[in-house]
């Protein structure tokens, strides 16, 4: 058990809906941090926050957006989905914004869009 | 453009063998390397860290090694077992966020 929890574990949608998921990080961890995973693409980095704040933007669409509030928990929402936007969503969280430490990652939801 | 490849075939070996894992990189000057295990449906778990001025790093069965003249890292699991049957994903900084390979499915046979 990494200490980070995420929810819900699956939703299942409809296409044009919106969706938030949700993430805790490990106590005593400040950074956040979002990834998609499909089947046909690796780990694919979204967004960084740190301590509440916007750190690291990676492809993430405009249609999904992010925020850490001030109990360092963070969720990810997604809006207009499209059935492209299936996937396992991870969070992961680590100690600081230090790119080289090691990140401890959640069990992941499980998005489907139909 | 940076990339990470890492070997897309699943590696196939005989339990108590050696696995040996690839990772190459190009247009990256990585002051580190991070490799991590994944099982399906779940999570990476992060395994080792090796710094640019470390040859090499082992933790118990694990071994790491990098290169970074051929911008390559190995990773070795000596006496393999089923149980370390899973994806391994090596992991670089890149310049906004630690950027992942895609993974080599290892699967130990009994």
């Known amino acids: 058990d990494s200490g980070v929890t995420q929810t819900p574990k699956h939703l299942i949608t409809a296409t044009g809906q919106r969706v938030t998921l949700r993430c805790s990080p490990r106590?005593?961890?400040?950074?956040v941090y979002w990834y998609q995973q499909s089947l046909d693409q690796g780990l694919q980095f979204l967004i960084q926050?740190?301590?509440?704040?916007?750190?690291a933007k990676g492809n993430i669409l405009e249609r999904f957006s992010a925020q850490q509030f001030p109990d360092l928990h963070s969720e990810l929402n997604l809006s207009s989905l499209e059935l492209g936007d299936s996937a396992l969503y991870f969070c992961?969280?680590?100690?600081?914004?230090?790119?080289?430490?090691?990140?401890?990652f959640g069990p992941g939801t499980r998005l489907t869009v139909l | 453009s940076q990339k990470i490849e890492q070997n897309s075939e699943a590696l196939n070996i005989q339990e108590g063998k050696t696995a040996t894992l690839t990772c190459n990189y190009t247009n990256y000057s990585p002051a580190y390397l991070q490799w991590y295990r994944q099982d399906p449906g779940r999570g990476p778990v992060f395994l080792l860290l090796i710094r640019e001025n470390e040859k090499e790093k082992r933790k118990e069965r694990l071994k790491v090694t990098f290169d970074t003249t051929l911008k390559q890292s190995l990773f070795h699991i000596t006496a393999s077992q089923p149980a370390d049957s899973a994806t391994y994903l090596c992991?670089?900084?890149?310049?906004?966020?630690?950027?992942f390979g895609s993974g080599t499915r290892l699967q130990v046979q009994p």
């Open positions: 926050y740190y301590n509440g704040e916007e750190r």
């Open positions: 106590s005593g961890d400040l950074s």
């Open positions: 992991a670089l900084p890149g310049r906004r966020a630690l950027t």
């Open positions: 992961a969280s680590s100690l600081d914004t230090y790119r080289y430490n090691e990140q401890f």
